[in-house]
């Protein structure tokens, strides 16, 4: 299993970033896709999930800004950051795991990206 982050960057406060997951080793189709940060100092928390029923769940501080959607035929998942704040600040990881997702607490993925950074500026 593979995932790949990549479309991180510095921003400023009120930007946007669209970052991709590109996975492959499974059957992505039939996955849940999920996004985590871990800003530095502090626990890893969830930001979204995807299952294969197209059903996104948000962590409450993204939701309304942060939009997650997937490209089946391209075994891709993105994360559309509008409206970042200096707290979104963070490594962003991709995680999976196979049929339906499990709570954004996070230990229920089995799969990890290595992380794409985003820095967001006052």
């Known amino acids: 299993v593979r995932l790949v982050e990549s479309g991180g960057g510095s921003v400023q406060a009120g930007g946007s970033l669209r970052l991709s997951c590109a996975a492959s080793g499974f059957t992505y189709s039939t996955a849940c896709m999920g996004w985590f940060r871990q800003a530095p100092g502090k626990e890893r928390e969830g930001v979204a999930s995807?299952?294969?029923?197209?059903?996104?769940t948000y962590a409450i501080s993204v939701n309304g800004r942060f939009t997650i959607s997937r490209d089946n035929a391209k075994n891709t998942v993105y994360l559309q950051m509008n409206n970042l704040k200096p707290e979104d600040t963070g490594v962003y990881y991709c995680?999976?795991?196979?049929?339906?997702?499990?709570?954004?607490?996070?230990?229920?993925?089995?799969?990890w990206g290595r992380g794409t950074q985003v820095t967001v500026s006052s």
């Open positions: 995807l299952g294969r029923d197209g059903r996104p």
């Open positions: 995680a999976a795991v196979a049929g339906n997702c499990p709570s954004l607490m996070g230990a229920g993925f089995p799969y």
